[in-house]
T-cell receptor
Framework: GAVVSQHPSRVICKSGTSVKIECRSL??????MFWYRQFPKQSLMLMAT?????????EQGVEKDKFLINHASLTLSTLTVTSAHPEDSSFYIC????????????FGPGTRLLVL | DQQVKQNSPSLSVQEGRISILNCDYT??????FLWYKKYPAEGPTFLIS?????DKNEDGRFTVFLNKSAKHLSLHIVPSQPGDSAVYFC??????????FGQGTRLTINP
């Protein structure tokens, strides 16, 4: 099946620093990638939709200046958590939608962020 | 507004028996539904999907049923295996837009 990778898988940082998370589709091209956040024992919450070559679309309540998204190519999207605070600690998951399968999204393994 | 609901937070089934996970939705414009399986600290894994023009889709041990009039879908796993223990999310999509997830159901398969 289609493979999506995320890097890093786990990151610990100090409050006030910025953290970049990469999402790559390894064996397919994706014009659209999605960024989710999951809190403990809760469902996945869509943060933003990332389209290659254009600005990301953010969901209501998600600060675009806080969570910077760049979709530079058909296989790479990045999420940068700027000036991270402890409340940003969470599990961040990306997904990618193949060009030829408009309904299906393949998910990355997730990135655990801990802000001290 | 929870458009996709999984009302059972957990389900326990004996190995070898059938597991039935349920999902309800409110938006009649959803035209595609998916089931994902998720282990702790991992991303969701796609299991099976169904278009709104169908009422059943089968793939190995997994079958998804869709009842459009009731706005209800279910995932059947038979026979259930210990490796099936995970959290299962149903998701709906409208016109190739974003996925809307349910809250998830934790399935535990007992030996």
């Amino acid at each position: 099946g289609a493979v999506v990778s995320q890097h890093p898988s786990r990151v610990i940082c100090k409050s006030g620093t910025s953290v970049k998370i990469e999402c790559r589709s390894l064996d397919f091209q994706a014009t659209t990638m999605f960024w989710y956040r999951q809190f403990p024992k809760q469902s996945l919450m869509l943060m933003a939709t990332s389209n290659e070559g254009s600005k990301a679309t953010y969901e209501q309540g998600v600060e675009k200046d806080k969570f910077l998204i760049n979709h530079a190519s058909l296989t790479l999207s990045t999420l940068t958590v700027t000036s991270a605070h402890p409340e940003d600690s969470s599990f961040y998951i990306c997904s990618a939608r193949p060009l030829h399968l408009r309904e299906t999204q393949y998910f990355g393994p997730g990135t655990r962020l801990l802000v001290l | 507004d929870q458009q996709v609901k999984q009302n059972s937070p957990s389900l326990s089934v004996q190995e070898g028996r059938i597991s039935i996970l349920n999902c309800d939705y409110t938006n009649s414009m959803f035209d595609y539904f998916l089931w994902y399986k998720k282990y702790p600290a991992e991303g969701p894994t796609f299991l099976i999907s169904i278009s709104s023009i169908k009422d059943k889709n089968e793939d190995g041990r997994f079958t998804v049923f869709l009842n459009k009039s009731a706005k209800h879908l279910s995932l059947h796993i038979v026979p259930s295996q210990p490796g099936d223990s995970a959290v299962y999310f149903c998701a709906a999509i409208q016109g190739a837009q974003k996925l809307v997830f349910g809250q998830g159901t934790r399935l535990t398969i007992n030996p």
